[in-house]
């Protein structure tokens, strides 16, 4: 089926430890983008990125990497992970990247199901 | 500016009673308004949405939203509820149709429970 993907679904790891959160869209979209889901928060926008080989810091992007070689994938890297990181993970896609004109729709996002990640 | 709240954490009514989620918001711009339902151990998927077309939306499941100018209100609605309507809804606002990433905003979500 078409959509989001996310791997893995779970994590553990130590602090200090590096991973990357893998995600990839088969919808040709060019907006892809990253969250965090902490407890009353909300989701929080981590990075994003409006189309292949451009990418940009949301509201909490410290600590993460990311980077966009292809219109697919949209990797999400922590160096060195510390507990703060502990979170849900969300990664989500619309289209178009980034509208010029009023576009009915254009702030729908598509859901990945989500990476559990616990740095202990 | 924008901003949106929710204005319940947790709701609790009766199978079969009708449902209530409340969302307030503020926006600079003509805004665009959404709710996201959150099953446990899932994604976000989209149950609504309102683009300055209708102000009573309807969505999927049986839920609709009122966009209350006015009142700055977007509150989710359902007549009656079922069992498998307990989820995390989110309220999302953004402006109408320009896809700035950083204006997406949701609300800290409430978190609905159906007692049999």
């Known amino acids: 089926n078409a959509g989001v993907t996310q791997t893995p679904k779970f994590q553990v790891l130590k602090t200090g430890q590096s991973m990357t959160l893998q995600c990839a869209q088969d919808m040709n979209h060019e907006y892809m983008s990253w969250y965090r889901q902490d407890p009353g928060m909300g989701l929080r926008l981590i990075h994003y990125s409006v189309g292949a080989g451009i990418t940009d810091q949301g509201e909490v992007p410290n600590g993460y990497n990311v980077s ?19 979170s849900v993970y969300f990664c989500a896609s619309r289209s178009p990247g980034r509208a010029r004109r009023p576009v009915s729709g254009a702030n729908v996002l598509t859901f990945g199901a989500g990476s559990r990640l616990t740095v202990l | 500016a924008q ?69 700055t209100s977007f509150h989710l609605t359902k007549p009656s509820a079922h069992m498998s309507d307990a989820a995390e809804y989110f309220c999302v606002v953004s402006p109408f149709g320009y896809s700035s990433a950083s204006k997406i905003i949701f609300g800290s979500g409430t978190r609905l429970s159906i007692r049999p």
Do not use: M
């Open chain 1, 68 to 86: 966009r070689s292809t219109t697919e994938d949209f990797p999400l890297r922590l160096l060195s992970a510390a507990p703060s990181q502990t």
């Open chain 2, 3 to 71: 901003s949106v709240t929710q204005l319940d954490s947790h709701v609790s009514v009766s199978e079969g009673t009708p449902v209530l989620l409340r969302c307030n918001y503020s926006s600079s711009y003509s805004p665009s308004l959404f709710w996201y339902v959150q099953h446990p151990n899932k994604g976000l998927q989209l149950l609504l949405k309102y683009t300055s077309a209708a102000t009573l939306v309807k969505g999927i499941n049986g839920f609709e939203a009122e966009f209350k100018k006015s009142e």
